[in-house]
């Protein structure tokens, strides 16, 4: 958290108060998104640029702030206040087979997020997961699907409940 990234230490990035930035993205609801604590910075590597058959994000890349280690048992090691790493996951999809084992694991990470960063998420990386995950849908198990919905995110959501959106009353689909 202390090395320099663009000249400026990780950790900096938690004192960046998100509201600061909703009068330049309105739409994307800023003042109520939290922190970049909690935050999940997403990107996709595809195999194509559009979101039809065969277009697969064969990588995606989550990087979080987090506690690490995580806390065995409260009771015994009090837990840090604040994160104290980044954290970034790489989920490889070897084989298309591997498609709904890569949109799980990565749902199960980002649905403990409150918001989603990307570079060209709103035109591009989110728009196609959700895709993705609704053709997958029969495939996931349900409980990765009501989680992935439950959680409100900064552009837009992740989501492959039956109604393809969540809105701001959390999943329907989940009950």
């Known amino acids: 958290m202390d090395a320099a990234r663009g000249g400026d230490p990780l ?3 938690l004192d960046a108060p998100l509201a600061a930035l909703a009068p330049f993205h309105p739409d ?3 003042e109520h998104a939290g922190d970049f604590a909690s935050a999940a910075f ?4 595809t195999t194509g640029l559009g979101a039809g058959a065969g277009v697969y994000a ?3 890349g989550v990087g ?3 506690i690490w280690p995580p806390p065995v048992d409260a009771a015994t090691r009090p837990r840090p206040l604040a994160p104290t790493h980044f954290v970034v996951r790489q989920f490889f999809m070897r084989h298309p087979g591997e ?3 890569l949109l799980a694991a990565v749902a199960e990470v980002v649905g403990r997020c409150r918001l989603m960063v990307t570079f060209n998420g709103r035109g591009f990386d989110l728009p196609l997961l959700r895709a993705r995950y609704r053709q997958n849908r029969p495939l996931l198990p349900r409980p990765t699907a009501a989680s992935s919905c439950s959680r409100r995110t900064v552009r837009t959501s992740i989501c492959c409940c039956p109604r393809g959106g969540c809105g701001d009353g959390g999943c329907k689909a989940a009950g």
């Not at 997403?42 to 590597?45: F, P, W």
């Open 28 to 30: 994307f609801r800023l």
């Open 99 to 101: 498609e709904a084992a």
């Open 64 to 66: 979080t702030f987090e």
């Open 58 to 60: 064969f990588l995606v």
């Open 11 to 13: 950790a900096r990035a």
């Open 42 to 45: 997403v990107d996709t590597e």
